[in-house]
């Protein structure tokens, strides 16, 4: 009913740059929030930016000053300008969205996932 699909990624070197995005479709009602989830290997899958339909925001500490995240015109796309990467910056990254969905009958709101996009930062 819904897909997540991200764009963005890739390798860069230490103090780079990058944006991912990711865009929601299908029988969207409305967009509680959107965020980016990371997983590096041997860890646990971590929240690094989370947004609001409001616009309101919250970082993982480690990344704060260095990652914006912003929601684009339509509300229901979502952005993540990574600056001044690190190598422990490295993991898969995941759109994450709380989304409602029109259903027949009903309005059912879940937990959805994009794919993931893999973030490399080295030398």
């Known amino acids: 009913q819904v897909q997540l699909v991200e764009f963005g990624g890739g390798l860069v070197q230490p103090g780079g740059s990058l944006r991912l995005s990711c865009a929601a479709s299908?029988?969207?009602?409305?967009?509680?929030?959107m965020g980016w989830y990371r997983q590096a290997p041997g860890k646990e899958r971590e929240l690094v930016a989370e947004?609001?339909?409001?616009?309101?925001?919250k970082y993982l500490d480690s990344v704060k000053g260095r990652f914006t995240i912003s929601l684009g015109n339509a509300k229901n796309t979502v952005f993540l300008h990574l600056n001044s990467l690190k190598p422990e910056d490295t993991a898969v990254y995941y759109c994450?969205?709380?989304?409602?969905?029109?259903?027949?009958?009903?309005?059912?709101?879940?937990?959805?996932w994009g794919q993931g996009t893999k973030v490399t930062v080295s030398s």
């Open positions: 947004i609001t339909s409001d616009g309101d925001t």
């Open positions: 994450h969205g709380n989304i409602v969905v029109e259903g027949t009958w009903s309005y059912d709101e879940g937990d959805y």
């Open positions: 299908g029988s969207i009602f409305s967009i509680n929030h």
